[in-house]
């Protein structure tokens, strides 16, 4: 069992005495506090913190760390106060065993809505001290250490949230160690006996396996000699779960993944890795397209490192990562190497622990733009595992994104105005696809223009979090400036049956009715109204006229320009197009929808002044408006064919189209075809009727 004297004298490696005295003091004060609890196994309890405190030691993390580890429980299980701690060790130690209490207290397996709630908490803790999940993630290795005093369905719980929520973020930060034995952990408790029977596996194969191993190391060694380079050759394990996770998703037998021989080599700089990258190529012959700089273009969690794939002795591949210690330490330890080479008085790992922050950062304004919860860790998660892409922007610099990545996700990347604005790109060049997945290495220019919006069917193809989130954001912002735009229409198209206007309203006559509706401004009355939420009919009424007083009839249809955006929409059961007459029905949410004015699914609330509206087309309407033909003709070779070139010798545009035969002799085919306006559709009638053995046209309608 580890004791406090054993930890010390490993601190004072790399720690001095008075932080180690400090550490000391933080032990003692915990073991007081938790003096006769004891954890399930039936060891004092303050073995656990002292436990959590050697994982961070390990990481060779501050003092400050190593306290809070120490205390983290301490606030929650013995009812010692946060002031006194602050009392005690100062406002920053404090601070963190606040934040882990905090987040100890959160339970993932709960409703979706419950967990992201809490994974917000988790954002706000990280961004107030990174340390707070440094702790937790150290707290949560022991706990995983010491499963197997619990019940199985507890276990279970905690496992499946250790490989959902933890190890993704370990993975983020840049923790392997710690991720890795997560992984593995997690899937002994979920998965027992398929961990188990994969263990074996992996025992006997690594037998079998010596001798080869030997010989390829030996030969790596003797290269690496030749050129008089100096470096640390070893093979390198794969790990259970990483092994099952290759079975199942690329499904691949366990035999074709340990065929795969991987070895590690450490060297002392940067510039030693490419030559130690060109002796191994002179060695054994390269795979193309296998080679990975990750020296040059870091992964997203800090990443460094080349990675090759060779074909070795008698064809076996072998995968070989090159990297110096400092990116040795940085791969193990992520984010923690940042302290550990800040204790030594340097500091390479500073960039990783600035990008770190800046995933924090990016989550924080994800939270704020996000409009509820469960969108914001749908967006959390896709950002949780990345497999990245590198492209460049037109003046070189180089942005990272998820796999499967568009130019709009790009856009966002580089910025939120750019991507709102975005109207084109080109890709190497060449005009490209919005939705088009970017490859790495590839140059991507964004064409913007001033005033455009973002489109809602780019929220078919983005990945990014970032994207997502902003396009929802702008989308709302655009829905309610025009529902506010639509409902004051509305509200004034009804008010001039009295010959009044909203303009001609006394602010107080409003007052009392958006504090009966519980709204702030006129604009959120507006929205409702636009939305179908709130009938004009009613809310004029209230304005301008004593309660139960009938309104007269306003003087004829308010005019539909097709341009009110969102909150304005063509009913697919009779496809209205400009010329028709039309009605339209105020559906709560959704705003107006236009239907034809015989249309048969509004016959019982036509003539409800509260529910529809008298509508008509603008003189300057415009646009593509999609009606649907059934055609009946003799059936004959090349019918589709025919029936195209004739739609679009008419300037129309065929969307969809299906066919199906009455008798043998006979084909009805059913058209969706685009068209400007009723002229437009009476002109493709027209051209379809000169058609050979055309027996019936017939427009659908509900």
Known sequence: MPSIDALA?????????????????????????????RRRSGEPYVTHPLAVANILAEMHMDHQSLMAAMLHDVIEDTGIAKEALSQQFGETVAELVDGVSKLTQMNFETKAEAQAENFQKMA?????????????????????????VLSGEKRRRIAKETLEIYAPIANRLGMHTVRVEFEDLGFKAMHP??????NRAVKSARGNRKEIVAKIEHSLANCLAEDGIEGEVSGRQKHLYGIYKKMRGKRRAFTEIMDVYAFRIVVDKVDTCYRVLGAVHNLYKPLPGRFKDYIAIPKANGYQSLHTTLFGMHGVPIEIQIRTREMEEMANNGIAAHWLYKSNGDEPAKGNHARARQWVKGILELQQRAGNSLEFIESVKIDLFPDEVYVFTPKGRIMELPKGSTAVDFAYAVHTD????????RINRRLAPLSEPLQSGSTVEIVS?????????????????????????????????ESINLGERLLNKVLTGFDSSLDQIAPERVQPILDEYRLELLEDLLEDIGLGNRMAYVVARR??????EPLPATEGPLAIRGTEGLVLSYARCCTPIPGDPIVGHLSAGKGMVVHLEDCGNISEIRHNPEKCLQLSWAKDVTGEFNVELRVELEHQRGLIALLASSVNAADGNIEKISMDERDGRISVVQLVVSVHDRVHLARVIKKLRTLTGVVRITRMRA
């Open 418 to 425: 750019v991507g709102n604005s975005c109207i084109a790109c």
């Open 449 to 481: 223009a001033p005033g455009a919006r973002p489109n809602p069917a780019w929220l078919n193809f983005v990945v990014t979090g970032k994207a997502r989130t902003h396009i929802r954001h702008a989308l709302k912002q655009q829905r309610r400036s």
């Open 124 to 148: 706000m803790a990280m961004a107030r001290d990174i340390r707070v999940i440094l702790v937790k993630l150290a707290d949560r290795l022991h706990n995983m250490r010491t499963l197997e």
């Open 9 to 37: 004298d490993r601190l004072s490696n790399y720690l001095g005495p008075e932080q180690v005295n400090l550490v000391r003091r933080a032990y003692f004060y915990a073991e007081q506090a938790h003096d006769g609890q």
């Open 193 to 198: 006996m398929r961990s188990s029977l994969i």
């Open 543 to 548: 304005l301008v006229s004593s309660e139960g």
